[in-house]
């Protein structure tokens, strides 16, 4: 009996539902972070299952140049001669739709989080179409974190590559250096905007377009593609906001059009709800809520690892019960990560394979060598060497019954990730000790992540034990069983 049920569970993990509205971007400045840091990030919610992986790259340089041709929808390019060493966080190989590298942190700390899925107004799109075999979620982390040094390159970088090759899609991006933070946004083939992010708000972008009434002439801090406003104008679908154009009426589709937004509207209030409820009544579907935001309190790293598994729990609009309240955390998040810009500390990306509504996560420097053999093993065969496998089971496991399986599991990982978060300085102190050295970034973070994957396999052979038998488990139980994590 438990055998079957373990087959049917690992068959479903192959079986992820469709939703239009996939993905949230949480964006924190440093002047309403708890501790000064800059933070971004993102839950990669997908339509389809892709193993990812944790996968360190090795800085290049070729002769001649190499052309990459991306397996998801055919664009091809040369590209640069010399690459520089990055991590990322891609699909497996074998699943072939491409590398999807979804985040990547290089070794001039340039961080990028690519894509939020955007979606364009009509009468934009046919203006302006998509080019089929363009720019996509799925190169665009390979095409430009390789080769920039700032955060402003990299947009930059992005922004040209788009007006040549044309985008297959509209998408938001974030790239960040230690001094700087740029989001920007693609909406149709070749239209695109990109503003340098204020340190004093938080955002929350749900697969909405978001950027308002922009000074295109201010170049310190903005941005665009080539006659942004006047393609617009052109084709009369230019839409103003107090008198002055606005980017995300004229570009991005409706929100209150069910069709393609009607998810967004819950997670817009939602964040709301959870970093300012003195500010945040109850939820208005009808109402255009602003991305960036001043949180009620200062914004901790901790805080947005709980953003984002946010299910509106604390409210009438828990989707626990009401399923038809689209969350932040939904089980379809086939991975989230977090960029941590501390002044005068390393940058620091944390990585939850999986739903981290019951995943972990786990911090790595950009300069790592290599990651465990688990987090980057290749096959479509569901096993417990694979780390995404075992990460996706237990979750899986856990949203079948968020009380009696979720919750401990749930208080076992914030344990975990309280104790990492506190063991920080220490870690910090011997890379910083070792020079930077990227040998010792990887074993930093191969200790940590075959513990987390240790107890992933323990817990979901109790969580098997537990549904078999019919036992109910506490948080003491785990802890008991797997001592202090």
């Not at 041709?69 to 055919?74: P, Q």
């Not at 693609?186 to 204020?198: D, E, S, V």
């Not at 998810?263 to 300012?276: D, N, T, V």
């Not at 690892?305 to 939904?330: A, F």
């Amino acid at each position: 009996m438990g055998k079957k049920w373990v087959a049917v569970l690992c068959g479903l993990m192959l079986l992820v539902p469709s939703f239009a509205s996939a993905c949230t971007t949480i964006i924190v400045g440093r002047g309403v972070s708890a501790d000064g840091s800059f933070i971004f990030g993102r839950t990669d919610d997908t339509h389809t299952i892709g193993k990812e992986q944790i996968v360190s790259v090795p800085a290049q340089t070729t002769a001649t140049p190499v052309l990459f041709k991306d397996e998801y929808n055919g664009f091809t390019m040369e590209l640069p001669l010399e690459s520089c060493q990055y991590v990322m966080t891609p699909r497996a190989e074998s699943v072939h739709t491409g590398i999807w590298a979804e985040s990547a942190l290089n070794e001039y700390h340039v961080a990028i989080s690519a894509t939020e899925t955007l979606i364009a107004k009509p009468e934009a799109l046919e203006a302006d179409p998509y080019v089929l075999n363009g720019i996509a979620e799925s190169n665009i982390p390979t095409l430009v974190i390789p080769y920039v040094k700032t955060a402003v390159e990299g947009i930059r970088r992005l922004g040209a590559l788009v007006s040549e090759y044309g985008s297959a899609e509209s998408n938001g991006v974030v790239i960040a250096d230690p001094s700087e933070a740029w989001y920007i946004e693609i909406y149709t083939g070749h239209q695109w905007l990109a503003i340098k992010l204020p340190d004093d708000q938080v955002a929350v972008i749900p697969n909405a377009a978001v950027l308002g009434c922009v000074d295109l002439s201010d170049q310190d801090h903005v941005i665009a593609s080539p006659n942004f406003w006047e393609l617009a104008k052109e084709h009369k679908f230019l839409v103003e906001s107090d008198g002055k154009p606005h980017a995300a009426k004229t570009y991005g589709a409706d929100r209150l059009d069910a069709k393609y937004l009607n998810g967004c509207q819950y997670r817009f209030w939602g964040a709301r709800h959870f970093l300012a409820p003195s500010q945040t009544g109850d939820i208005d579907l009808t109402a255009y809520y602003d991305a960036f935001f001043v949180p009620d309190q200062k914004v901790s790293l901790a805080d947005c690892m709980e953003v984002m598994r946010y299910r509106y729990e604390d409210t009438p609009y828990n989707s626990n019960t009401n399923r038809q309240c689209r969350p932040i955390g939904v089980n379809y998040t086939e991975a989230a990560h977090l960029f941590w810009l501390r002044k005068n500390l390393p940058i620091v990306e944390w990585v939850a394979l999986a739903n981290p509504e019951f995943s972990v996560f786990l911090p790595l420097y950009g300069n790592l060598t290599s990651t465990p053999e688990a987090y980057t093993r290749d096959t479509l065969t569901n096993t417990s060497d694979v780390a995404y496998d075992c990460f996706r089971r237990l979750s899986n496991l856990c949203v079948e019954d968020r009380q009696r399986y979720g919750t401990a599991v749930r208080a076992y990982w914030k344990a975990m990730e309280t104790q990492l978060i506190g063991d920080m300085t220490a870690m910090d102190q011997a890379y910083l000790d070792s020079g930077k050295d990227g040998d010792t970034a990887a074993k930093l973070f191969a200790a940590i992540a075959e513990k987390a994957l240790d107890a992933s396999r323990q817990m979901f052979d109790q969580v098997i034990d537990q549904r078999i038998h019919h036992m109910a488990y506490t948080q003491d139980d785990f802890m008991d069983r797997y001592q202090d994590p």
